[in-house]
């Protein structure tokens, strides 16, 4: 995870908001700490792109 991820991340719970991202959690990972994992930790929601476009309605045809 590089130093952008982690801000992202931070400022999604310090603004109580969620994350976008393609990534997919990876807990068990020693090597790379994946966004979602991030997510979990600090206890912020994320959703990946697909997901969200499904909340807000959006459909493409």
Excluded: W
Aim: proline share 7%.
């Amino acid at each position: 995870m590089g130093i952008a991820d982690y801000l992202l991340v931070a400022q999604a719970h310090s603004r109580k908001c969620l994350v976008v991202t393609s990534e997919q959690p990876a807990p068990n990972s020693k090597r790379k700490i994946k966004i979602p994992d991030a997510c979990d930790a600090m206890n912020v929601s994320y959703f990946g792109p697909f997901d969200l476009y499904r909340k807000l309605g959006l459909r493409f045809h």
